[in-house]
Structure formats: C-alpha cells, structure tokens
C-alpha cells in the first residue's frame, strides 16, 4: 500500500512513462470512448431491456414475439458487457480532473448541478418514473468520489492517518445513498487516486475491485495508453450534456414504441 500514504504528494514525480502500453491516446479520445461505450450500454438498458424485454415479460400489446425478444436478450447481454467499459474511464477522468482542475469547488459544483439535471432523465429512463429516490445517477457517484479526495488531502495535512477515515466515510456515503455503483464506485475511484503514479499497482487492484463485473477491466486497456495531454477542447459542457440528453432520448423512443 505504498501508494497510500503517499496519497497527494506527487508534486516531485515526473509523468514521462507513466503507462503499461504506449501513450497513444488524449484525454478527449478516453472521454469519447467512455461516452460511447456509455451509449452502448443505456441503449442495452433502456431501450432493450427496460423496452423490450418488459413489454414481453408485461404481456404488452406492443411486445415482440418470443423469438424476437430472446435474440434481443441475447443481444442485450454483449450490448451490457461492453458498457461496462464506460464507469472506469470516467472514474479515471475524474481523478485526473481532481489534480490537474485549477478550481476544484467550480469543479464540484458544476458535477452537483449536472446531477441534479440529469436525475429526472434517469429515473424516466431506467425506473419508469419522473422521480424515484432509491437510486441515484451516476454523477453523484463521481461528486461523492470528488469530495472524498478532496476531503482527504485536506485530512493529510492535519494527520495522514486521517485520510482513512475520510475514505470510510466516503465510502459509506456511496453505500447509503444507492447512487449508480453505490461504494463500489466510490473505491475505485480511491483505487485510481491512491496509485495514480503506480500503473502495475493501479491495473491489478482496479482490475480485483471490478471483479464483479470483469468486462469493466478492459478499461484499463485505453487508460494505459493515455498520454497525459488533454488532447482537443472545447467540448467540455457537451460531455456533461450528453448524459442527461441522451437518456432522455432513449426514453422518449422507448415510450413512442412501447408506451413504457
């Protein structure tokens, strides 16, 4: 656990070889490939499985025929595992956003605020309702992520050891509020910050931590190829946008088609 008491002292390490592959790939090419893979995935979700598959297993005058929905079932469960690509580049992008943003309290807000915005399209898109509070979108997993780590290198210089408690505490928060990957997200992204300059370290225990779901640790796969250049701006509030737009276009084809 070298990395950990380590955790934002970093200011003398160098990034030049900091990856396992080549550095090939920017920062704006890491987020379009999360948000591609996240597409992939909320098509599988809402559109398949909350559309199609409901409407079959509802009886609904718009389902499909039993052969057609189990090739959409089949389908479905390729479309989900490459989802799972999605989560941990975003989790990577956060922590990058974390040491390298010039302003972390704007950096912050502007994660509660697309949270806040993007909860009624995710609740129509994948609960069926215009509010549900027993699960929470994904920008609250990475807000809750943010303000640990930022919680925790102010606990650093006051006594490392408190660094722990402010993980824990983190961590429960993600447990008890049952945002998108609950703690499970939360400690990868404490997994990403711990062994930021620690590739080998970073790749086996992110990779252990999603054993849960191990498509998600081909992930890891476009994240050591990083170069650590930001690559192409400009398109920073588009990617914020894109999550709440984009479920609320899913849901509206899902209802026009089977009115769920």
């Known amino acids: 656990m070298k990395g950990f008491f380590m955790l934002t002292d970093y200011s003398n390490k160098k990034k030049s070889g900091n990856t396992l592959l080549p550095p090939r790939l920017s920062g704006s090419t890491l987020k379009w490939i999360a948000l591609l893979t996240m597409l992939i995935d909320h098509i599988g979700a809402v559109l398949l499985e909350c559309g199609v598959l409901q409407a079959y297993s509802l009886h609904l005058p718009t389902s499909l025929s039993y052969e057609a929905s189990y090739s959409v079932f089949q389908a479905d469960l390729i479309i989900r595992q490459i989802g799972r690509i999605s989560f941990p580049i975003f989790c990577f992008l956060l922590v990058e956003g974390f040491h390298h943003t010039s302003n972390r309290k704007k950096y912050a807000l502007r994660l509660f605020f697309f949270a806040l915005l993007s909860e009624i399209p995710f609740d129509l898109a994948l609960q069926g309702t215009f509010l549900e509070f027993g699960y929470q979108n994904v920008l609250f997993t990475l807000l809750f992520g943010f303000l640990t780590l930022w919680a925790m290198e102010w606990a650093k210089e006051t006594h490392p050891g408190l660094s722990f408690v402010f993980a824990g505490l983190g961590l429960l928060v993600g447990y008890f509020f049952h945002s998108d990957y609950d703690w499970k997200g939360i400690l990868l992204i404490l997994i990403l910050h711990v062994f930021y300059y620690y590739p080998v370290e970073k790749t086996i225990i992110g990779c252990l931590s999603l054993l849960w779901?191990?498509?998600?640790?081909?992930?890891?796969?476009?994240?050591?190829?990083y170069n650590h250049q930001k690559g192409k701006s400009g398109w920073k509030y588009f990617f914020y946008l894109f999550y709440p737009a984009h479920l609320l276009v899913l849901f509206f084809i899902r209802y026009g088609i089977f009115r769920i």
Request: include cysteine; hydrophobic fraction near 55%.
């Open 213 to 225: 779901e191990p498509t998600a640790c081909l992930a890891f796969i476009p994240l050591n190829l």
